[in-house]
Nanobody
Framework: QVHLVESGGGLAQAGGSLTLSCTAS????????MGWFRQAPGKEREFVAA????????GFAESVKGRFAISRDDAKNTVYLQMNSQKPDDRAVYYC????????????????????WGLGTQGTVSA
């Protein structure tokens, strides 16, 4: 069992940056593919970014490619989402997720591929 806790949400100005963290308070993230999703008001949850279990591969939604970065520090049991050049459309609740199947190269991009979820953290962008 993996219990995920997101942190770092808050208010950023348009064009600014915000870094989210996802830590496993229970269990280990080591070798697990990890992802970030977001859900804006009135919209479905959408994929944002993923990092493979090895950390060697990353994937991003087209809407954030070139602006966001995902990384992991297994020694700290933490995954990060660095959000740069923020836009008002980035306003959403951001969720961290873990795939319990430890495949080194996998980059899951669909919510149903993930087994563990955090409760989310709000990211707000002011115009």
């Amino acid at each position: 069992q993996v219990h995920l806790v997101e942190s770092g949400g808050g208010l950023a100005q348009a064009g600014g940056s915000l870094t989210l963290s996802c830590t496993a308070s229970e269990g280990t993230l080591s070798r697990l593919p990890m992802g970030w999703f977001r859900q804006a008001p009135g919209k479905e949850r959408e994929f944002v970014a993923a990092v493979s279990g090895s950390g060697g591969r990353t994937g991003f939604a087209e809407s954030v490619k070139g602006r966001f970065a995902i990384s992991r520090d297994d020694a700290k049991n933490t995954v990060y989402l660095q959000m740069n050049s923020q836009k008002p459309d980035d306003r959403a609740v951001y969720y961290c997720a873990a795939d319990r199947v430890a495949i080194a190269w996998a980059l899951p991009a669909r919510p149903e591929e993930y087994d563990y979820w955090g409760l989310g953290t709000q990211g707000t962008v002011s115009a």
